[in-house]
């Protein structure tokens, strides 16, 4: 029961925004046209087991008049009076159905579209996704838990939801119903009204603790599953993004072993759920079976010794097996509810994650906007994750066209002091000044390109359409890419399709179309030979004289282009 309410309170927690927020009313009012059209369905349903109690009478006293009226438009019965005929029932239950499908998938998508923009801004926001990522390994996988974890939460929820309120309206109506027709027995010399309803909740509850003894198992079981599907498929992923440098190191084997090893987890768990689901379905199949021809052998005796006719038989055996499948809503979607329960845990947890990222936003080297010219650090700390330091009680200032270089033994930290003055390493203290209304830029040495086209590419991070064609073309001349200017408006994957070399190229377009009042250059050219090097660099001096320059390199010729040095050294920054 704890495990459950916790599930309960974690689900509540992931729906509250969609069902409390901006477009609550349309929700709501969505999904009780859902609701009343599933009332509807069990309504329908009970109607039909006094039609069928008429039709099967008819049967049996071979009224041919009877017969053909209730299949077609419908007459008078025993205990209902005037009762539709089955076209009638049908076609109205299948417009009902139709439409009870049609609108719970339009509530699922606006649900779905709410939870997914939810859970992708809040993981985007304040660098959460940053920090996740260099800190909380544990929330593995956060594309699944975004895409895939929220379909199927969204998904589950509604089915699972109205599938249980089903249940409970169709145990209360049907209760009723045999309720009526069940009659009395005497055991014991104690007489019991409505036997039949007290049978049918006894045989059911029986089920659902058993099918629950069985099947708890499945529920952790699930929730690994989707972790090690989500490893497997990434690391395919991983292996697509980097075709050149495992053919280059001649790594299929490795690859190859890296992803049976975790293939293997995937066969693993999935045989312990085969035989988690056989211990299971053993049971509920059995219990399934019994079921279909229970309510007939307890109510035969009656109908033997003529108590009840055929079509009370019928609508007997009907009543019954509705309220004992009412009761049995959970035996007989105890794998849906295990597997709902993963993904819930898995969506809380990556919900917790986020949370606890955005409490640790403002950690970290403060970058704040002064009016000002140049950038300023002063008592600029910087840590590893675990707390370890790679920089203490640092200052640096570079005014508006000077350039800095700064160098360091390699793992030195040389590109987290980077990350500290962009004001995104979330791991140590200071502050970093800058102009306030300027823009600073970041090159890395493997730049970022985003899906899209090659113009999307170049106007990053600015919208696409913020440059003509004629600025965009001169900057592709400008750097040696003007043989890509007739593939401007293609879309490509040019993360696969430039050499690294163009990639560096293209973001020191990006730095002329920007033309940022600071720009940071982190091994932006090392993938370049010499002279591009040096031809690029004079041109970033040249377009950019009024930018101030920071850049971190290792050949001696950069320096050339850059007015001092400063040496990251035993953790401290010192002059070159």
């Not at 295990?338 to 990556?350: D, E, I, K, M």
């Amino acid at each position: 029961m704890r495990y459950t309410s916790a599930a309960l309170r974690d689900a509540w927690a992931l729906s509250r925004p969609f069902w409390k927020g901006e477009q609550r009313w349309a929700a709501r009012g969505l999904l009780t046209v859902v609701v009343l059209l599933n009332l509807a369905l069990v309504g329908m349903n009970v109607l039909l087991t006094y039609w069928q109690r008429g039709f099967y009478n008819a049967l049996e006293t071979k009224d041919w008049d009877a017969f053909i009226s209730l299949l077609i438009l419908g007459g008078p019965t025993e205990q209902f009076g005037f009762i539709p005929g089955f076209c009638i029932i049908a076609a109205i239950y299948i417009l009902v159905a139709v439409y009870a499908l049609y609108l719970k998938q339009a509530l699922q998508i606006r649900w779905r579209r709410s939870l997914t923009g939810s859970l992708a801004n809040r993981w985007l926001d304040h660098r959460a996704y940053y920090r996740m990522a260099v800190q909380d390994r544990a929330t593995d996988n956060p594309d699944q838990r975004i895409s895939e974890d929220a379909r199927l939460f969204v998904d589950s929820t509604l089915t699972l939801g109205l599938g249980l309120m089903r249940a409970v309206v169709t145990l209360l109506s049907f209760i009723f119903v045999l309720w009526g027709i069940s009659g009395e027995i005497t055991v014991f010399g104690v007489t019991i009204p409505g036997y039949l309803v007290w049978v049918a909740l006894a045989y059911s509850a029986l089920g659902t603790w058993l099918t629950h003894l069985i099947g708890r198992k499945l529920i952790t079981l699930n929730f690994v599953q989707e972790r090690v599907e989500a490893d497997f498929r990434y690391a395919l992923v991983r292996v697509r993004d980097n075709v050149e440098g495992i053919a280059l190191h001649r790594g299929e084997a490795e690859e190859k072993a890296a992803l049976e090893g975790r293939f293997g987890a995937v066969i693993g768990n999935w045989w312990a759920i085969m035989t988690a689901t056989k211990q299971l379905t053993f049971f509920t199949a059995g219990f399934s079976q019994v079921a279909t021809i229970f309510p007939f052998v307890v109510v035969a005796p009656n109908y033997f010794a003529g108590r009840i006719p055929l079509g009370g038989l019928i609508q007997t055996s009907t009543a019954f097996g509705s309220v004992q499948e009412a009761m049995s809503w959970l035996v007989n979607n105890y794998s849906e509810v295990a597997a709902w329960r993963a993904t819930v845990q898995r969506l809380s947890g990556f919900h917790e994650a986020i949370a606890a990222a955005e409490a640790h936003s403002g950690e970290g080297p403060s970058l704040r906007p002064e009016p000002r010219d140049g950038l300023k650090a002063s008592g600029l700390t910087v840590t590893l994750p675990d707390r370890r330091p790679l920089l203490e009680d640092a200052a640096l200032s570079v005014a508006p066209g000077e350039a800095v270089l700064v160098t360091g033994a390699s793992g030195s930290g040389k590109s987290t002091l980077f990350r500290a003055l962009a004001g995104i390493w979330p791991f140590g203290q200071g502050e970093v000044s800058v102009p306030e209304g300027k823009r600073m830029l970041f090159l890395p040495q493997r730049p970022y390109l985003p899906l899209g086209s090659l113009r999307r590419n170049l106007a990053y991070p600015s919208p696409e359409r913020s440059f003509g064609d004629a600025a965009l073309l001169a900057a592709l001349e400008d750097v040696g890419l003007a043989h890509l200017a007739p593939r401007l408006d293609m879309v490509e994957s040019w993360d696969r399709v430039l050499s690294g070399g163009e990639q560096q190229r293209l973001a020191i377009a990006r730095a002329l179309l920007q033309r940022p009042d600071i720009l940071f250059l982190d091994e932006a050219t090392a993938s370049l030979d010499p002279v591009a090097e040096e031809r690029l660099y004079r041109l970033l001096r040249e377009r950019l004289a009024e930018s101030a320059v920071i850049s971190i390199a290792h050949r001696p010729a950069v320096a050339a282009f850059h007015d001092r040095g400063l040496r990251l050294q035993d953790r401290k920054l010192v002059p070159a």
